[in-house]
């Protein structure tokens, strides 16, 4: 099993709609979990944290479910800048903080 | 503060050139990682510094050396380097164990 997946996109979406990503991962020993977005040529920027089942912010909202070891992020009201890659990272276990990025998927918010 | 400051941005080397890829922070954070990207694919990880100290080194060449000569600083040296090399370098830093915040990258290509 890969350390982390992703799931496959490209996701096409309209202006306004709900779209909701998932990842899992396979360290069981993972204790923190970050969503990444990169625009392209651009850097990743952190768009949100997890350190306990869940975090919220705006219209995003991070789930954890560490019985099944899978996060998701879920993405309301979209809006066209919304439009990039969301890359899923969990932090290693321990206090070394390998940060392995899953492949990302690609969202595309259309007018 | 979250900033991360990577020099130079870009940079264009021969196959027999040595060149230092640089990166400063000043949030306090005692762990600094170097990613290399490709095109339309995640962030790699090659090493992650813990206290100034190596911990983590993803079987990277030899050709890419790196260096942490403070808390502040990490280097990525380079030498030999192939075309195949020509990439994103990107640094980060965090807390351990906490999200990492990146540079902007410095876009190499070899020639």
């Known amino acids: 099993r890969k350390e982390v997946e992703q799931d496959p996109g490209p996701f096409n979406v309209p202006e306004g709609a709900t779209v909701a990503f998932n990842c899992t991962y396979s360290n069981s020993a993972s204790q923190s979990f970050f969503w990444y977005r990169q625009d392209c040529r651009k850097e990743p920027k952190l768009l949100m944290s997890v350190y306990s089942s869940g975090n919220e912010d705006g219209r995003f909202t991070a789930q954890l479910n560490r019985a099944s070891q899978y996060i998701s992020l879920l993405i309301r009201d979209s809006k066209l800048s919304d439009s990039a890659t969301y890359l899923c990272v969990p932090g290693g276990g321990g206090s070394q903080g390998n940060l392995i990025f899953g492949k990302g998927t690609k969202l595309s918010v259309k007018p | 503060d979250t900033e991360v400051t990577q020099t130079p941005k870009h940079l264009v080397m021969g196959m027999t050139n040595k060149k230092s890829l640089k990166c400063e922070q000043h949030m306090g954070h005692r762990a600094m990682y170097w990613y290399k990207q490709k095109a339309k694919k995640p962030p790699e990880l090659m090493f992650v510094?813990?206290?100034?100290?190596?911990?983590i080194n993803e079987s990277v060449p030899s050709r890419f050396s790196p260096e942490c000569p403070n808390s502040s600083l990490l280097n990525l040296h380079l030498h030999a380097l192939q075309p195949e090399d020509s990439a994103l370098y990107l640094c980060a830093s965090s807390k351990t164990g906490r999200e990492a915040f990146f540079g902007q990258g410095t876009r190499l290509t070899v020639v």
């Open positions: 510094y813990s206290y100034e100290k190596l911990s």
